[in-house]
């Protein structure tokens, strides 16, 4: 749980009530590889921080898609579900047995409207991911296939978490290009 604490004193200053107060709204889960998290037309009612392993946003059923991975040691929701209630367009899988701290979406409001400090938080970690998103867009934009998978093998641990399947679908290509473009860098 440590860990956990460490991550929200990054986001937020917060007296030792504050944490105990919102260490209290979070529980402990634990995926095991391949199984979901969310599914496809589900409502998102959960903020995630991922202590271990790593999950997939998987969109579309003929084609899957990988849309986005998380890593530990990040807060996470479907924020489109989430924030509007609406059923989620995505699958989110473990790609690995994954343990996750969640808050209910009442606790985290609560939160919000009680501690100041949380607001700033919840603040902070959105700005965090926009940047994120916006980079990978413009990576996606700007850099040919080759960079991009260079790029994830420099990122620690991203290519012990998921497979070459799912890094060839978040890079949009075929399992077999991706060979060939291992097998050309090599």
Known sequence: MQ???DFIARYGH????????????FHVKTVRKGQLLLKKGQVASRYYYIRSGALRFVYGEDRELTA????PDEFFTEITSFKHQEPTRFNVEAVEEAELYYIEKADMELLYRELPAWQEFGRKIWESMAIR???EIIRFQTLTV???YLE????????QHV???QLASYLGITPNALSRIRKNIR
């Open 3 to 5: 860990e956990f604490v």
């Open 14 to 25: 917060f007296s030792n009530d504050d944490l105990r107060m919102i260490l209290s709204r």
């Open 68 to 71: 986005w991975v998380v890593l």
């Open 133 to 135: 998103m916006i980079d």
């Open 146 to 148: 080759e960079e991009r």
């Open 152 to 159: 994830f093998l420099q990122k620690p641990g991203f290519m």
């Open 163 to 165: 497979s070459v399947k």
